[in-house]
């Protein structure tokens, strides 16, 4: 897999450690970000595993970010993306030549977009949670694979939730990735499981020679 962070890469490195062990049945082929020097790739590159930076504001326009992302995701031929903290939202040159999963701090399809925590408790729900879902098109609408509620605490603020949601996120994303590894999937319009069958590999194929 290629993995895709912006920040700490908490997720990704939660990833790297399941990754040692060989059953897990998964690699991290490179580490991908939209900005340099974050410190989840100074972590990546001291695993020695390979990264790349494809700076958003080095590109005229989103079309041609997204392009050039594509690219570098594709010199790597992961079988699957894995989105984990990254902030951009990944257009059809990505999305639709790779597939892509999302990890998402809420249960979908409550609270999508860039301030899921926040708007979780400025809702005042008592719980919350994180979402593991393919991406679509859309910004954090793909069909869901995983979820995991998370109860939202008296006194909570953003970053003490936050954390609470990242300690599950990280289980979620190393047992849902692995799953999904070692059985593949099938996407029946917006229900996911896990195993793979003849018709749903055909499908696949079809779905991406169709895009
Ligand atoms: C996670 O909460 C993830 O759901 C969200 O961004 C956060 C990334 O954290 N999209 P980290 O960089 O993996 O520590």
Sequence with gaps: MVVLISGAGSNMAALLEACSDPEYGAQIVAVGSDRAGTAGQKLAAEAGVPTFVVPFREYTDRSEWDRAMSDRIADHTPDLVVSAGF????????????????????????????????DALAHGVRLTGTTIHFLD?????????????????????????????????????????????????????RHVRFGRTEDSVTDATEKKENR
């Excluded at 953003?158 to 849902?176: C, G, P, Q, S, Y």
């Design 137 to 189: 098109e859309g910004v954090d609408s793909g069909p869901i694979i995983a979820q995991m509620g998370v109860p939202v605490e008296d006194g909570d603020d953003e970053a003490r939730l936050h954390e609470r949601i990242k300690h599950v996120e990280r289980r979620m994303l190393v047992d849902t990735v692995g799953r999904l590894a070692r059985q593949g999937w099938t996407i029946e319009g």
């Design 87 to 118: 902030m951009r939202i990944l257009g059809p040159a990505v999305v639709g030549r790779h597939p892509a999963v999302n990890i998402h701090p809420a249960l979908l399809p409550s609270f999508p977009g860039a301030r899921a925590v926040r």
